[in-house]
């Protein structure tokens, strides 16, 4: 064995070279790497003892793309160019040997290769497109060559892994080998190409599926349509898709100098900076400082719930959907039979779409049972509470869980804002009490926000925080303060919204410069597709806010046909007279003195007290630091990923403009715009948000 890098190895087995990286955790392209696999291949190809080259990485998996870390920075050491010239010039043939991920970088590494084996647990993709960016070597090209024009689009619009049979069947990969024995069969591929005197194949070559799609210019129109939603402000799907259009339409060379110049674009854009600082702060999140990685971790092999409502019954299929069985437990039997119904429907809706099989339905609804006793819970690892945000109730339920779960379980509460020390209160080993707060449908909504108590032990939050991981949710670890992190910034956005409509804008206006700004709807869409009557009760209702006097003429949102908007059949939004009489009634009742609200007021009015309520957070020590905050609010509450979150934008406007902003809003309309003591300290210090 020959090391010819710190990260590379060079080995023959027989007549086969067999090049190995292990540059851990995911072999990512660093410039350690890149000169590794140059050196390495070049010495296999100088040596006449090796009649072919297999190229496979040692750890968890194949290249998972260029090493992010070092964008931005000058290039050192080989360029991935000069490797994949090397490869695909080699005058022997070259196997690559997927296992784990090929992404991004990685895969067009092995697109370089003349052939790759992979094992069927193994997935490939260009993900470039979720960093806002889009495969810059040579990718673009290749993809389109080897899966046809379609596939490309749909793959690198969207980033998917293709997991490695589909990837066989579209022939990015020539052969499936073994779990267990990808270097052994690699390896014996390799020889047979050698024996049978195969030719060495140049994806580059290979004209045939792109030329098929010349002059169908319906199939990008057909891609951009279905996506257009999905795709709103982002730079690079349509980077993406040009580049693909260049494979259709011009030689190989000249698609690579479009591909160049596209990627250039997007690398130097705000949103691809947003996007690739959102990776790193999801994975940051999961980072808490005296939550050691060894921390030992409680065993979860079943679930208890409490509640099967909406909630409940949501959270109970993010358990069954990883094989975790779990049991529902409820008061009142037409409840608890109505909710696991809920359950099978959803399972069955998502099955006639093709999201899983009939066979899967069965599976997972036969994993949640019901039951109208809580001594069901006896046998639990973790329970989670979700009934109603009435704090007699918590607790009521909290002693009786104290006497019935067995002695370490994990005892949660969904609770999106009551104080969970209060809860934990109430049990002799508060300790093992936690909030998982899941959002609403908890079986599709991704945050979790895992919020620690006042005596929440180390092992209770790293297990709640491998959990969230397996079900699948990006987790935040926040501390118990009214509204959590989430709840607590939706409340200054709200308040502002429903001021703005008092001062002369109307609840259109608001929603759009929202949606504008990169939303997926307003405040006041949402409050009509989430029911204007939640929490409104019509015996006390006495026409004293613009919602009572909704609700009390039937319009209690999209469910009704109307709400602040009306609706048509197709439940369009139309900006409602009605609605705008109703307002106008207030405003004279009030004595308010309406005026022009400009687009710009009512985005800072609406964002820069979020930002300034997210540092009185990191003041109180509520959330670690500021990019967990963003995490939350891009997961949960549809912050537009390509602007980062409220912190990160924060910092894109400037910390000094934000405090200019907050003073000026406090002078004229009192305390609420108080700007938090930390927005002053970095200001004062020259920091930014991102620093905290
Ligand atoms: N560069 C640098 N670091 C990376 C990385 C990359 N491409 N991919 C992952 N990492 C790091 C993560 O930051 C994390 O570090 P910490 O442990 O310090 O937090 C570590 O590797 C493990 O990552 P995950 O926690 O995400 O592990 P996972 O097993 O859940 O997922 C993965 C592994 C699927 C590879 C996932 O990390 C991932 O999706 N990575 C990004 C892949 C990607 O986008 N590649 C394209 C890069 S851009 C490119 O290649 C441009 C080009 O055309 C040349």
Redesign the pocket.
Known sequence: MTAINPVTDLTLDGDVAVITLNSP??N??SANVRQGLYDGFKAAIDDPAAKAIVLICDG??FI??????EFGGAMAGAS?FDVQTMMENSPKPVVAAIHG?A????L?VALCAHYRVAVPSARLGL??V??G?L???G?TQRLPRVAGVEKALEMMTSGRHAPAKEALEMGLVDELVEEGKLKEQAIAFARKLVAENKPLVKVRDNNTKVEAARGHPEIFENCRKANARKFRGYKAPEANIKCIGAAVNLPFEEGLAVERKLFGEVMSSSESAAQRYS??AE??A?KIPDVPDDTPLIPIKKVGIIGAGTMGGGIAMNFANVGIPVVIVEVQEAALTRGLGVIKANYERTASRGGITAQQVEQRTGLITGSMDMNALADVDLVIEAVFERMDIKKDIFTKLDAICKPGAILATNTSGLNIDEIASVTKRPESVIGLHFFSPANVMKLLEIVRADHTSASVIATSMKLAKQIGKVAVLVGVCPGFVGNRILGQRQREAQKLVMEGAMPWDVDRVLYDFGFPMGPFAMSDLAGLDIGWVKEKSNGESIRDVLCEADRRGQKTGAGYYDYDENRVAKPSPFTEKVINDFIVKTGANPRKVSDEEILERAIYPMINEGLKILEEKKAIRASDIDVVWQNGYGWPVYRGGPMWYGDQIGPAKVLEKMKEFQAKMGDQFKPAALLEKVVAEGKTFGSL
């Open positions: 955790p995911v990512a392209l968890r998996t998972a793309g260029a090493d992010i870390t991935l991920t992404l991004g970088g990685g067009e993900p470039e979720n960093l960016l495969p810059g070597a990718g990776f790193f994975r940051q999961n």
